[in-house]
């Protein structure tokens, strides 16, 4: 056979040719896992990042969805944040002398396991009855869930002639500090600037007992005094100073014996007058 003829042969019978089959979209889309598409509806096609991509709207042309009652604006949110500290006082009792019998037991087990946490042994002689003791101890100090600011208050608030300055200085505060429950103590002075109406002394101090008996950081516990006493005679002003000794920096942590941590808080014209205010810091110092 001659070249030619190889060529020839060659060029009419070509090897078939090995076309790539590409599938067709339909297919593709059965192909698609049921739950990539479900992802893909709700926004979350490949992970959190792409769903925090998508646009509140979604797809084009789809309606964005409605505002739950859970969601808020900033400033919804600021607002109710602010009607919570406000009413504060006015708030229901969370526990009861019946939660306090009810949960003892309980209580006592828990301490029953940090004492062999500690690696102590509770059937020892000295720590027998050790449970149930700091069980009732936490609940004595920690007293002032089981009583209403405005119980103390309904029946102690008088119609006096009277607009001048009012102060309670020195009051023992005990509480607990809510991050290592180890105790801050320390004094409470109080002011306010009465606008018709006073409130009966000792309960000035009764206020600073139930706020205090209870699980608190510093800060908090002197802006709920002078709310309360705000909310409960509508003062012309209040001005609230605590200085407290935090057991968790003394005992553990930096160690610092001789620290002191000073808050107030000043509303009204104890906020807006210097004259004021330097009155009263002024007094409590005497």
């Known amino acids: 056979m001659s070249p030619d003829a190889c060529v020839r042969t060659r060029s009419e019978n070509p090897s078939p040719k090995l076309t790539p089959q590409v599938p067709s979209l339909c297919a593709m889309e059965r192909a698609l896992p049921t739950q990539q598409k479900d992802a893909e509806a709700t926004g979350e096609l490949n992970g959190l990042f792409d769903a925090m991509m998508r646009k509140p709207g979604g797809r084009p042309g789809q309606a964005p969805p409605a505002q739950t009652p859970a969601e808020s604006t900033p400033q919804q949110t600021s607002s109710s944040s602010s009607c919570s500290v406000t009413e ?7 526990r009861s002398v019946e939660d306090n019998e009810m949960s003892l037991p309980s209580l006592a087990t828990a301490y029953t396991s940090i004492l062999r946490g500690l690696g102590e042994d509770p059937q020892r002689q000295g720590l027998l009855k050790t449970p149930r003791r700091a069980a009732t101890a936490m609940q004595f100090f920690t007293k002032g869930y089981q009583e209403k600011i405005i119980d103390v208050m309904n029946d102690a608030i008088f119609d006096e002639d009277h607009d001048e300055m009012v102060i309670v200085k020195d009051i023992d505060m005990f509480s607990m500090c809510e991050h290592h429950l180890v105790p801050i103590f320390g004094r409470v002075h109080i002011g306010y600037l009465p606008d018709k109406r006073v409130l009966g002394l000792s309960k000035l101090a009764r206020i600073v007992e139930i706020y205090s008996r209870r699980l608190q950081v510093q800060e908090r516990l002197t802006k709920q005094i002078a709310v309360a006493i705000t909310e409960a005679l509508k003062p012309a002003g209040v001005g609230v100073v605590i200085e407290a000794t935090h057991m ?6 930096v160690q610092k014996m001789n620290s002191k941590t ?3 808080t000043m509303l009204g014209v104890f906020r807006e007058d210097p004259k004021t205010r330097d009155e009263f810091l002024t007094l409590i110092r005497g």
């Open 248 to 253: 968790c920096m003394v005992m553990r942590g």
């Open 262 to 264: 000073v808050t107030s």
């Open 88 to 94: 504060s006082w006015r708030e229901v009792r969370t």
